[in-house]
C-alpha cells in the first residue's frame, strides 16, 4: 500500500473526515479523508485502488473494534463518515461505469419502526466494503421492498426493525418477498432480533452486529 493510501485508511479508521474536523484531537490541522482522496487520485490512483486498499480495510478493522467493544456507535459514525467524505471523489467513477461495484444492497426499517441508526450504521458499513446502497429509509412496506427489489435484479436485501411489535410486520415481509423472489438474499437485523427468529422467518443471514453482515456479503461475491 503507497503512504496516501495508508494515510487515507487511517483518517477513515480514526474517523478523520477533513482538514477542518477537530476529531480526533491527535489529528487536529491535518489532512483528513476527504483531501487525501482528491490527491490520491490526482496521483493517478484508481478508485478501485483506494476502495480495495484504504477504505474497505479501514471499515474492517472498525467493524472488528465495535464487535469487540473497543469503541462504540459515536466512534462508528464518525469513522463512516469519513468514509463517506472518501465516497464522494470515489461515486462519480462508478456512476460512470469506470469502476464496478460488488453488487447492490437494499436496506430499509420495516413497517411501523421509524428507528435507523441501526440500520444506517450496516448501510455504512456494506457501502465502506464496495457494494452499492440502496436505502429505503424507514416504516417501508412490503410492497416499496418489491418495487426496489424489481429495478435492482441480483441485489441483496436486508430488513431491519428495532421494536418487538414491528417483528411480525419483519415476518410478513420476508414471507411475502420469499414467495415473489424465490432466489433473493435477505439478511435481518435489529435489537430484538434473533438467529432463531431468522429461521423461523426464512430469512438467510442474521448478526447482531455490522461487521457480521460485512462478512456474510464477502461470501456471496
Known sequence: MTEILERISTCVEFGKVDIKSPYPPAMKGEEGAFELTRHALDEGISPG?????ALIPAMSKVGQKFSRNEIFVPQML???KAM????THIKPYYLSGETKRRGTFIIGTVR??????GKNLVSMMIEGAGWEIVDLGVDVSTDNFTETIEKHPGAVLG????????MENMRKSV?????RFPGLRILVGGAPVTEEFCRKIGADFYSPDPQGAVEYLKTLV
Not at 49 to 53: A, C, K, R
Not at 112 to 117: A, E, K, Q, S, Y
Not at 175 to 179: H, N, P, S
Open 175 to 179: 414471507v411475502e418477498l420469499r414467495e
Open 78 to 80: 464518525m469513522a463512516a
Open 84 to 87: 463517506s467524505s472518501s465516497m
Open 112 to 117: 411501523g419502526d421509524l428507528h435507523d441508526i
Open 159 to 166: 430488513l431491519s426493525a428495532l421494536l418487538t411489535t414491528t
Open 49 to 53: 485502488d483506494i476502495l480495495e486498499d
